[in-house]
């Protein structure tokens, strides 16, 4: 048995802090996907909202994009680099199988 057996939160609780925390933060969550809206030009700017301007550069509008899709379909996933010529013994065997 682990020496820590036995300590800390059971297999599949949830965590009341980070679920108290996560609860507050979403009352924010539209007025945040709007604003990355309004900074990548795709939104109009708001008088609730006078401090979110359209992004001043392209740097700062990529990253509102970008923010605004890993938001509504996740982030992109990241393919594995192997050469196509390598067959699947040796990629495994250099994975350390």
Same mark, same amino acid.
């Given at each position: 048995?682990?020496?820590?057996?036995?300590?800390?939160?059971?297999?599949g609780?949830?965590?009341?802090?980070?679920?108290d925390?996560?609860?507050?933060?979403?009352?924010?969550?539209?007025?945040?996907?709007?604003?990355?809206?309004?900074?990548?030009?795709?939104?109009?700017?708001?008088? !609730?909202?006078?401090?979110?301007?359209?992004?001043?550069? +392209?740097?700062?509008?990529?990253?509102? &994009?970008?923010? @605004? =899709? $890993? !938001?509504?379909?996740?982030?992109?996933?990241?393919?594995? +680099?192997?050469?196509?010529?390598?067959? &699947?013994e040796? @990629? =495994? $065997? !250099?994975?350390?199988?």
């Amino acid at each position: 048995m682990p020496p820590n057996a036995g300590k800390g939160r059971k297999k599949g609780s949830k965590n009341k802090i980070t679920f108290d925390v996560r609860k507050m933060a979403q009352k924010y969550g539209p007025d945040g996907i709007l604003a990355l809206a309004i900074q990548a030009g795709l939104a109009k700017p708001l008088k !609730r909202l006078p401090d979110v301007k359209p992004a001043s550069n +392209e740097n700062t509008l990529q990253g509102a &994009v970008d923010k @605004l =899709l $890993d !938001r509504a379909y996740g982030k992109a996933t990241q393919p594995l +680099e192997h050469s196509v010529n390598e067959s &699947v013994e040796n @990629l =495994l $065997d !250099r994975l350390g199988r």
